[in-house]
């Protein structure tokens, strides 16, 4: 089966790549490259903080035991404020663990913010992604509890920008071509939800490093922006931010977590769901 | 029992009655003690490995700038660092103060507290009293503890020095030998290379090696007197000469003897240009090593003596002659002791004198040339007898090596006790590791890091494979490098002097420019 993939990889690869790079990519690449601004970060020395969450589960036969935990980490390694639940249900559906983790993520955020030992705040991902799969009443009540912090995505399918020019491939994508791999960042771009206003900024914190997504809540200008990469850049390895790094560790459900959950809970003698395919 | 000291860190992993891993709150010393509470009680632990890992800077860092960057983070992070020890368990603290080593049955559980060894359980373990117990120097780790070696095993069960040059393999003899000095015990220095002449210490005799060449075998004396192995003329005109009327002649009527049997042999054409080199040697030897051998000598052990730590230079001997003077010494030495204990457990049976009485101790220098590992030498033979025999007659043997591949390994096996300083070669530590069962892998590959006088001791002679530094011996003023620079000032200095002193002595305009 998967020999047929590769060839038909090797047959289509001309065609499929210039899908991507068809009659559009020179203006959008215009585009892009009035909207760059040349910047090398002047690193400001601040506390950051880092808001991370992370789910997983066991399935066994009739009923899943799920773990879900988020965190705020400092840089100096310091759990600010932390969140978990853990239960044995008859079902746990993953988008359902996801929702319960995003919205743990933002009591964590608000908490951290409360703390005040963070200068700013960096949540993993994107606000418009996950705010957008909630009921507008939920969304605009979680937007709130985001209000200090800023979100930064180390990937991103977005076409808010180049969409409209018939884009085949995210913004970030572009925004990577164009600008050779120096440090700088795109100029903010408002975009309109209905839990108020967003601007996104395609930013690279140093020369040579990926690009990252960041999403600023409230009106943001040239100024704001460079403050802001001014600060991440402080605590940022390889043009990402440590703290983000270091709550992802910190807040990760491994499968062997879980299996030790699943010990503690007597669990381990249970048919598993999979058992019948010996996963 | 003793109150425990700091408290360092706590047991991680999975644990082994011998072998437990800790993570510790500071970075640790490999050869520092650690005190576990388990089992019946306290038991004592010697870090055997020692690692310091950073979250940040992993081994994932992929260049320069994310080093650096991650060097940033990593000061502001508290958990960023991660000391982790090795620890080899040692046997319950109670027990090892009673010099013997009982090691738990099971092992410990993980999360119990790891703390640090204090001074007064560390000196009841490796500050040993008593006649035997001698004192070498402190733990390294631990320089307020005294470390004591036992004199007894190393007579009885032997000791081999292993070392790079330079670590200190001979401060470490001469040490030995000035806390024999003392007690007085009987000791033999084959001094190969002069090591010893500078040393100053009480009860010393400084001997130059002697044989009366009456008392060798013929293949001995065409070594002594250089005849090569291949020289087969050579070796049969000596061997016709060499005869029991020969052997009888003393003094210089000895050499005449030799050298008219030596001469008869030019009769036979065959043998006749072999018979003019032999007497050619016999002329060298007479004049060349006078001073070693003496056919008029009564008895080559008298230069011995007992109580005393006999220093015989070896330094103006070749190879081969050292290798005939070494063996033959070694011979009669042991043939002497096996003496005296049958003298001892039957006094009717003194026919003739006993030389030593009492337990005497050999050191070997250059053991990878004395006792080779691919070659077959008289020394290697005694040298194996004693190791194997020495036990029961009373005579030790420490051979000292730069070289232990290099080294006899059934001889290097029955050292019973081993003293090992920095070593390199991965050749070498793993000829020492298999001779050795006393000595872990994980101690082992601790060999690079340690610096001159440190030393790992193990076996029989220490209750516990221990991390020692060395006393510098003060009394000897020889072995260490040379200073060349030093000494070619002298020189040039010394020159411009006797120049300027012979000036004075010249009528000036008497030396035309």
């Not at chain 2, 103060?97 to 119990?112: D, H, Y």
């Not at chain 2, 030019?266 to 006749?272: A, H, N, V």
């Not at chain 2, 007659?393 to 096996?413: E, H, K």
């Amino acid at each position: 089966m998967l020999k047929q993939v590769y060839l038909d990889a090797l047959k289509t690869r001309e065609q499929k790549i210039s899908r991507i790079k068809d009659a559009n990519y020179e203006a959008i690449s215009k585009e892009a490259t009035r909207n760059w601004a040349a910047y090398r970060p002047a690193p400001r020395p601040c506390q950051s903080a880092g808001i991370d969450s992370s789910w997983n589960k066991r399935a066994f036969q009739g009923l899943t035991l799920y773990v879900i935990d988020a965190v705020a980490v400092s840089s100096s390694n310091e759990v600010i404020a932390s969140e978990y639940v853990d239960d044995i249900a008859e079902s746990a559906r993953s988008e359902s663990l996801e929702t319960r983790a995003m919205s743990m993520e933002a009591q964590v955020t608000q908490k951290a913010g409360e703390s005040g030992k963070a200068d700013v705040i960096c949540v993993d991902g994107s606000i418009v992604a996950r705010l957008n799969k909630r009921a507008a009443d939920m969304a605009f009540a979680e937007a709130k509890k985001y209000t200090d912090s800023i979100f930064v995505a180390k990937s991103s399918e977005s076409r808010a920008q180049f969409g409209s020019f018939g884009s085949r491939a995210g913004d970030i994508y572009y925004y990577n071509r164009i600008s050779n791999s120096s440090a700088g960042y795109s100029t903010p771009f408002k975009v309109p939800t209905p839990f108020g206003t967003i601007f996104e900024v395609y930013a690279r914190l140093r020369d040579s490093t990926p690009m990252v997504r960041i999403e600023l809540l409230g009106e943001a200008g040239d100024q704001e922006v460079r403050e802001i990469l001014d600060k991440l850049c402080y605590h940022s390895v390889a043009g990402y931010p440590y703290c983000l790094k270091l709550a992802h560790n910190t807040c990760k459900i491994s499968n062997q977590d879980i299996d030790k959950i699943a010990s503690l809970f007597s669990l381990q003698n249970e048919h598993g769901a999979r058992d019948a395919l010996n996963e | 029992m003793s109150d425990n000291g700091a408290a360092l860190g706590i047991l991680v992993g999975d644990t082994r009655p011998d072998k437990v891993y800790f993570e510790s709150r500071r970075s640790v010393s490999i050869g520092e003690y650690v005190v576990l509470e388990y089992g019946k009680g306290r038991v004592l632990g010697l870090v055997e490995n020692s690692k310091v890992s950073s979250d940040a800077l992993g081994t994932e860092i992929r260049n320069f700038d994310e080093a650096y960057e991650s060097s940033q983070v990593a000061v502001e992070n508290k958990r960023d660092k991660s000391y982790r020890a090795t620890v080899r368990i040692l046997g319950y603290v109670e027990d090892l103060r009673k010099c013997k080593s009982v090691i738990p049955a099971i092992p410990p559980e993980p999360g119990i507290n790891v703390y640090e060894a204090t001074r007064e359980d560390l000196a009841a373990v490796f500050s040993a009293r008593g006649p035997e117990w001698v004192r070498v120097g402190t733990l390294l780790r631990n320089p307020e503890v005294d470390a004591r070696v036992n004199v007894d095993k190393v007579v009885s069960r032997h000791l081999a020095i292993l070392a790079m040059t330079g670590m200190g393999k001979s401060n470490l003899v001469s040490l030995l030998a000035k806390e024999l000095a003392t007690i007085p015990g009987t000791v033999i220095i084959f001094d190969y290379h002069g090591d010893y002449s500078s040393l100053d210490i009480s009860n010393l005799n400084f001997t130059d090696a002697r044989i009366n060449p009456r008392y060798l075998s013929w293949e001995k004396l065409a070594d002594v007197i250089e005849i090569q192995d291949n020289a087969s003329n050579q070796r049969h005109v000596l061997r016709a000469a060499f005869t029991q009327d020969v052997k009888d002649r003393k003094d210089e009527d000895f050499w005449d003897a030799l050298s008219s049997g030596v001469a008869a042999e030019r009769t036979d054409k065959t043998y006749r240009e072999a018979s003019n080199k032999v007497l050619d040697k016999i002329d060298d030897a007479r004049n060349k090593f006078k001073k070693i051998l003496d056919p008029g000598m009564h008895e080559p052990l008298s230069v011995i003596k007992n109580g005393k730590i006999n220093v015989v230079s070896l330094v103006e001997l070749t190879e081969k002659q050292a290798n005939v003077l070494v063996s033959y010494y070694l011979e009669e030495v042991l043939n002497d002791r096996k003496w005296a204990e049958n003298v001892k457990k039957d006094p009717t049976k003194a026919t003739r004198q006993v030389r030593f009485p009492a337990p005497v101790l050999v050191v070997i220098e250059e053991a990878h040339v004395f006792v080779p590992k691919d070659e077959d030498t008289d020394t290697k033979y005694y040298a194996s007898k004693v190791a194997r025999e020495g036990r029961k007659f009373g005579v030790g043997l420490v051979i000292v090596s730069q070289r232990p591949r290099g080294i006899d390994a059934n001889i290097l096996s029955q050292m019973g006790s081993l003293a090992v300083m920095r070593m390199i070669q991965p050749d070498d530590q793993m000829h020492v590791s298999a001779a050795s069962e006393s000595l872990s892998r994980d101690l082992l590959d601790q060999l690079t890091s340690l610096n001159p006088g440190e030393a790992i001791f193990a076996g029989q002679w220490v209750n516990l494979p221990t991390f020692v530094r060395v006393e510098e011996v003060k009394e000897r003023t020889l072995g260490s490098d040379l200073k060349a620079v030093e000494q070619w000032k002298r020189l040039d200095g010394s020159k411009n002097m006797a120049k300027e002193s012979s000036d004075t002595y010249i009528p000036s305009g008497y030396i035309q420019d």
